[in-house]
């Protein structure tokens, strides 16, 4: 933990303690005044938390019919949740539109219907019809189960008008202690929303729901099976609670109030459901797959085609409520988009998220870290520099048992060096939930292959603290041993709070040169980083809906044996506001001023280029605009003019997308770097266009089409999908690669197709 005291700061890390310098002393200053800024409003949340509201769930006999018209009778027979309250715009005042939602239950599932009638139901925005479309673009409804009632974990379950399947998990409240501001490694992109945990939305459930709409307004019906959820036998009630979004007027209301600086995902603000008598059944059911390919490397100098035929699957059992084993044999991942290109100009890697559907589900159990350092980052297994390892097996037991949230994961996959055949990845992760958003807990990883002395593990354990509803402390420790090196650590102190008119965090964070964790994501080492953040919420009375004036530095100092201690490795200060109309048109206005130090001359990346060793300053100019996501037509555009390492760069980039109707939608994005410095100039350019025609919401043409002149290359993806339940279908997968300067000619090409169906086994 941090303790701060006079001008002092010490990390006890067991016997070990670390001093650091004056900077710490001024952050824990910093963090006593953020700890002051919340006190005052802490009691007044609580107050609204205890007094959340109760629904009960009905028990049904007649199944209703999941057709999106909730007509039924047995519908009547539940209670209705109405009264909703607005987040946004005027947080605390009645919804502009009227909301009913009921709950029913059988043995096998559980039913919800919603009736959002809409006065203007002529301007209802439907958004496009494919599985987990960004909802905040459309009209929807979002619900969440806290099957546990520990307000910190549970299941997402939503929907639009076009009648889209939109599922997550939440983990950690779906926030972490700030977030980080270190640039081209945050593990938010991969698990949304805070640091260190947030909302899983590429989990896949298996569930069903459908939608209509007439002049009154739309509807929905959910069935949500029990084998879906994860339950407590010895839980009398379940968090709860359900938003709406009416997008015409950029409104979301709540049935549980939620504060305006929290969201859905903030469990201790949902009311409770009752009623419920969920049942005691282990289920088991089984995904097999058949998959059928043809590929050529054209680069790596095949002559002919080669053609594959390929057969594995998952399994998956309820050893418990609880938890669940999973199983996979010949893992394969072929149905998965690929990543969106990116350009990188700068000395480290990027972070490309995690989409393969076996490592999603309850992902957040298996998370520590954040703010740039990831102890366990799946990515890592089955993929070696981009490209695929073929997975043997391996198996996941995930959940909670005897109250401890449990993760366990071993994969073994072909070797990655000369002369390995096997390579294993293994993962042990334990932590206590604790009340008001607190945890504590630990992780080992583990990754070894079939040669001596190739081997690496890491030891870690982490805990979080939440102080009344807008202050949260979190920290870690790690310790990496690798055969044949030192071992390293690494520790990181974050401290964030948010309130109504107020976000602010601040962080410390160690790597030491020699912390090496195999199977996670680090992409610097030997610094010590720090980082401090503010930004007030503005809401005028007239023309825009907020303000966000914002400040915000962080700096990366050297602790490796390469340059002096304490060498300014990067830095940034960041000085900006954001403009936001009621449409969610939003204009970004800011200023930076950048330091980069190269303590060794550095190639840029694509590019016939070196810099060499100094300590470059300077400031930069920023704008970012984007419209109205939600209308047929819609824009995004960012800018940056400015120092850039001994010279200067011009970056401009922006994307139009076209949807027409909920059928089908278009997205052109170009990015574009001019880059001039006295030891030569060069531009580079990335462009893509991205297209999708949906017959249905689970049937679906998708395609991306990607430009780099950085890697000087074409890509061409063509995915079609027939999707059944939780991810699984027909895929036809269609990859071309092309070079088009030095590369030029083809440099890849491959089709595959793919079906998998889930089975249900048993359920006793």
């Known amino acids: 933990m941090l303790v701060c005291s006079g001008r002092a700061a010490v990390l006890f890390t067991g016997s070990r303690s670390l001093s650091f310098d004056r900077i710490s002393s001024r952050l824990c200053v910093i963090a006593g005044l953020l700890v002051g800024v919340a006190a005052s409003p802490i009691a007044a949340q609580q107050a609204e938390t205890d007094s959340a509201p109760v629904a009960a769930a009905q028990r049904t006999e007649s199944q209703p019919v999941i057709d999106g018209r909730p007509d039924e009778a047995t519908w009547q027979a539940a209670s209705a949740m109405t009264g909703f309250i607005q987040r946004e715009p005027n947080d605390g005042a009645l919804a502009s539109e009227r909301t009913e939602v009921r709950v029913l239950y059988d043995s096998d599932a559980i039913y919800v219907g919603v009736w959002a009638y809409d006065s203007r139901a002529d301007q209802i925005?439907?958004?496009?019809?494919?599985?987990?479309?960004?909802?905040?673009?459309?009209?929807?409804?979002?619900?969440?189960?806290?099957?546990?009632?520990?307000?910190q974990n549970g299941f997402v379950f939503g929907t639009t008008p076009a009648g889209i399947e939109y599922d997550g998990q939440v983990a950690s409240g779906g926030s972490g202690g700030g977030f980080f501001l270190g640039g081209g490694s945050n593990s938010s992109r991969r698990f949304q929303a805070?640091?260190?945990?947030?909302?899983?939305?590429?989990?896949?459930?298996?569930?069903?729901?459908?939608?209509?709409?007439?002049?009154?307004?739309?509807?929905?019906?959910?069935?949500?099976?029990?084998?879906?959820?994860?339950?407590?036998?010895?839980?009398?009630?379940?968090?709860?609670?359900?938003?709406?979004?009416?997008?015409?007027?950029?409104?979301?209301?709540f049935w549980?109030?939620?504060?305006?600086?929290?969201?859905?995902?903030?469990?201790?603000?949902?009311?409770?459901?009752?009623?419920?008598?969920p049942p005691v059944r282990r289920a088991v059911t089984v995904t097999p797959y058949v998959l059928g390919s043809t590929a050529r490397d054209y680069a790596g100098g095949e002559l002919q085609w080669n053609e594959e035929g390929n057969v594995g699957g998952e399994a998956k059992a309820q050893i418990t409520q609880g938890l669940t084993l999973d199983v996979t044999v010949n893992?394969?991942?072929?149905?998965?988009?690929v990543d969106d290109a990116q350009v990188n100009l700068t000395r480290f890697p990027l972070l490309f998220p995690e989409k393969r559907p076996f490592f999603l589900e309850n992902a957040g159990f298996f998370t520590v870290g954040g703010g740039g350092v990831d102890l366990f980052f799946s990515r890592r297994i089955g993929i070696d520099a981009g490209a695929p390892v073929p997975i043997k097996g391996g198996g996941r037991l995930s959940g909670r048992a005897a109250g401890l949230n449990v993760g366990l994961l071993h994969i073994q996959t072909d070797g990655l060096l000369a002369g390995s055949e096997r390579s294993s990845w293994s993962v042990a992760r334990v932590a206590k939930e604790l009340p008001s958003r607190s945890r504590i807990g630990g992780i080992f990883t583990d990754?070894?292959?079939?040669?001596?002395?190739?081997?690496?593990?890491?030891?870690?354990?982490?805990?979080?603290?939440?102080?009344?509803?807008?202050?949260?402390?979190?920290?870690?420790?790690?310790?990496?041993?690798?055969?044949?090196?030192?071992?390293?650590?690494?520790?990181?102190?974050?401290?964030?709070?948010?309130?109504?008119?107020?976000?602010?965090?601040?962080?410390?964070?160690?790597?030491?040169?020699?912390?090496?964790?195999?199977?996670g994501f680090v992409p610097r080492r030997g610094h010590r980083y720090y980082q401090l953040f503010g930004m007030y919420y503005i809401r005028p009375t007239s023309i825009f809906r907020e303000l966000r004036p914002h400040i915000s530095y962080f700096t990366y100092r050297n602790r490796a044996d390469v340059a002096p201690e304490g060498f300014e490795i990067s830095s940034r200060w960041h000085i900006d506001n954001h403009w936001q109309w009621d449409s969610g048109m939003e204009l970004h206005t800011g200023a930076n001023y950048v330091t980069e130090g190269l303590y060794e001359p550095f190639a840029i990346p694509g590019v016939d280029v070196t810099v060499p060793a100094d300590v470059?300053?300077?400031?930069?100019?920023?704008?970012?605009?984007?419209?109205?996501?939600?209308?047929?037509?819609?824009?995004?555009?960012?800018?940056?003019?400015?120092?850039?390492?001994?010279?200067?760069?011009?970056?401009?980039?922006?994307?139009?997308?076209?949807?027409?109707?909920?059928?089908?939608?278009?997205?052109?994005?170009?990015?574009?770097?001019?880059?001039?410095?006295?030891?030569?100039d060069f531009t580079t350019t990335l462009g893509s266009v991205k297209i999708g025609y949906f017959f249905t919401p689970r049937i679906y043409m998708q395609g991306l089409v990607q430009y780099s002149t950085q890697v000087d290359r074409w890509s061409t993806n063509l995915r079609f999908g027939w999707l059944n339940t939780a991810g699984t279908g027909l895929f036809i997968v269609y990859n071309d690669v092309q070079g088009f300067d030095t590369l030029q000619g083809p440099q890849g090409r491959s089709l595959f197709i793919k079906f998998t169906r889930q089975f249900n086994v048993s359920g006793f």
């Open 447 to 519: 990754r070894r292959s079939d040669l001596s002395g190739d081997d690496n593990q890491v030891y870690a354990v982490d805990a979080q603290v939440g102080l009344g509803d807008q202050v949260t402390l979190s920290s870690y420790f790690a310790r990496s041993e690798t055969a044949d090196a030192p071992a390293g650590e690494a520790f990181d102190v974050t401290g964030g709070v948010t309130t109504r008119s107020f976000r602010g965090n601040a962080t410390i964070q160690q790597v030491d040169q020699n912390f090496d964790a195999q199977i």
């Open 256 to 277: 549980s109030s939620v504060p305006r600086e929290f969201n859905l995902y903030r469990l201790d603000f949902a009311g409770s459901l009752a009623g419920l008598e």
């Open 331 to 337: 893992t394969d991942f072929a149905q998965v988009e």
């Open 616 to 680: 470059y300053r300077g400031w930069e100019a920023q704008m970012v605009f984007f419209t109205d996501q939600s209308r047929a037509f819609s824009f995004n555009s960012r800018a940056n003019w400015g120092a850039f390492l001994s010279g200067n760069k011009r970056t401009t980039g922006g994307d139009i997308t076209y949807r027409y109707g909920d059928r089908s939608s278009l997205t052109a994005a170009v990015a574009y770097n001019d880059v001039q410095l006295p030891q030569g």
């Open 125 to 151: 925005v439907p958004g496009e019809a494919i599985r987990d479309f960004e909802v905040t673009d459309a009209d929807a409804v979002i619900m969440v189960f806290d099957t546990f009632k520990d307000e």
């Open 194 to 253: 805070g640091a260190g945990g947030g909302f899983n939305k590429n989990w896949d459930g298996s569930w069903e729901v459908a939608a209509t709409q007439d002049a009154e307004g739309w509807y929905a019906e959910f069935r949500i099976p029990f084998n879906t959820l994860r339950y407590g036998s010895d839980v009398d009630q379940w968090g709860f609670n359900i938003s709406r979004r009416v997008r015409r007027l950029n409104e979301e209301v």
